[in-house]
């Protein structure tokens, strides 16, 4: 037994410095950039958007203090301007940490109205409160680019906004839609998910996506690949996100009729993979 075990030794070394080399990427946090003026940021599982021109960086979720301080050295590094807007996606601390680590007196830190209520009696000091909220819509011009945020109802939270890049031609989805598909908790009834409306804002996004002719968009879960196709929009695909060893992990989610079996905890169609 012992010499087997010293018989495995090198694999398991070998195993032991790929995981943890692995980690350390896993930890960093790396810029990728989209064209001039946008750069896509990765954070572990996490990823958002900084769009620059000379005399502003608006940050899209700056995730959490590491990830802000980064945020902020690599602007320094590439000469870009430091941030004149933070813009939170939706109320989750696990996106919107880090804020006092870029902002100063001037900046505005914006979210969608519906935000407001999870702000008030917020004791954690690495989450900065907003100073700007917005209803339905809000348009940032920066340089060449135009960053439009759109509300679109209740969906993941109360609050969670759609980013479009106009000139670029793409939407910034920060949680609920993978580059792998949507995303679905295995429970509909989780607090924050608001089943009832997700057909709703699924059909927004779509007639945006169709409107505005855009094929493409970035989500804030990273994942291999940088981009999604909106089919995955049009298509509606839910993926359940948890209970991976479940052989029925797909369901497809077309119409509000659908969307409602669903939640009564029926599987309509159930493919793997994607
Ligand atoms: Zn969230």
Redesign the pocket.
């Known amino acids: 037994m012992f010499k087997k075990l010293l018989g495995a030794l090198p694999l398991l070394l070998f195993l032991g410095l790929f995981i943890q080399t692995n980690l350390l990427i896993a930890s960093d946090v790396a810029f990728e950039e989209i064209n001039a003026q946008i750069t896509l940021f990765k954070s572990s599982t996490q990823q958002g958007l900084i769009i620059t021109d000379e005399e502003r960086s608006v940050v899209i979720d700056p995730i959490d203090r590491k990830t802000a301080n980064e945020i902020k050295s690599f602007l320094q590094q590439t000469n870009k301007s430091s941030v004149t807007e933070i813009i939170y996606t ?1 109320s ?1 601390w ?2 919107i940490r880090g804020g006092e680590a870029l902002k100063d007196k001037k900046t505005a830190i914006i979210a969608q109205k519906n935000c407001e209520i999870y702000f008030s009696g917020n004791k954690n000091k690495e989450v900065v409160e907003p100073n700007i909220y917005f209803d339905e819509s809000y348009t940032l011009k920066i340089g060449e680019e135009i960053l439009k945020l759109h509300y679109f109802g209740p969906s ?2 109360e609050c969670m906004l759609i980013a479009e890049l106009v000139n670029a031609k793409i939407l910034f989805i920060p ?1 609920l839609v993978s580059t792998k598909g949507a995303r679905f908790p295995k429970d509909p009834t989780l607090p ?1 998910l608001r089943p009832a409306t997700l057909g709703a804002f699924f059909d927004s996004m779509q007639n945006l996506a169709n409107a505005k002719q855009i094929d493409v968009f970035i989500s804030g879960e990273f994942n291999e690949k940088t981009f999604g196709s909106t089919e995955i929009i049009k298509t509606g695909v839910f993926r359940v996100s948890s209970d991976l060893s479940k052989d029925c992990l797909m369901l497809a989610v077309t119409s509000g009729q659908r969307l409602v079996q669903f939640v009564n905890k029926k599987v309509i169609r159930c493919t793997w993979p994607m």
């Open positions: 939706h989750h696990d996106r993941h939270g949680d924050f």
